[in-house]
Every structure is written in C-alpha cells, then in structure tokens.
C-alpha cells in the first residue's frame, strides 16, 4: 500500500503482533467468522500472528513520548475523528 500510494509517512507493520500485543489491542477472529476470513487469506496472510488481529487505535504522542489522546473501538468502521486529532496536535503545540 505505501508504494501504491508513493506515501512518505513512516509506517509501522506489526509483523509478528508484540506491538498489539504490547498495547493490549488484539483481539482473536471467533471460530464462527473464521471461515470467511479465510476467504481472504487468512491465517496465511501474516502467519505469525494467525487468527489474531489488532483493534484499530489511534494514539497522539508528543515529543517527550507521553500520549496527549488516544481513541480504540473494536469496530474497525470507527476511527478518532480528524477534529479531535487537531485538536490533541493543537494542545501539544500550546504547551511549547
């Protein structure tokens, strides 16, 4: 996907699942859905983290490395709204 879309943001790819595992974001695909994501390559996809997925999350971090905002839903549809991304980089910017 980066280089379809010639993106420059650095990108983290979870290979093994540590970083979802470390934020506590992971979640198991229950056995009933299995077979349809199965449909779309899964466990193969990323066999190293098999049935196993990561909760969408958002995390605003300021440069001394504390989070100013978080946002996690285990719906993957809802995501931390723009506005209030702004807004937490707003707040990081007034404190200098």
Same mark, same amino acid.
């Given at each position: 996907?980066?280089?379809?879309? /010639?993106?420059?943001?650095?990108?983290?790819?979870?290979?093994?699942?540590?970083?979802?595992?470390?934020?506590? *974001?992971? $979640?198991? &695909?229950?056995?009933?859905?299995?077979?349809?994501?199965? =449909?779309?390559? $899964?466990?193969? !996809?990323?066999?190293? =983290? #098999?049935?196993? *997925?990561?909760?969408?999350? =958002?995390?605003?971090?300021?440069?001394? #490395?504390? !989070?100013?905002?978080?946002?996690?839903?285990?719906?993957? =549809?809802?995501?931390?709204?723009?506005?209030? &991304? @702004?807004?937490?980089?707003?707040? @990081? /910017?007034?404190? #200098?």
């Amino acid at each position: 996907m980066m280089e379809k879309n /010639a993106a420059t943001i650095p990108l983290l790819y979870d290979l093994d699942g540590s970083v979802m595992e470390a934020y506590r *974001l992971a $979640f198991d &695909i229950p056995e009933y859905l299995q077979p349809a994501y199965a =449909t779309m390559g $899964f466990p193969t !996809v990323n066999e190293q =983290t #098999g049935w196993r *997925l990561p909760v969408p999350a =958002t995390y605003v971090i300021d440069q001394s #490395g504390a !989070v100013r905002a978080r946002y996690a839903n285990g719906d993957y =549809t809802r995501r931390m709204e723009p506005s209030d &991304i @702004i807004a937490a980089l707003k707040d @990081i /910017a007034s404190r #200098g």
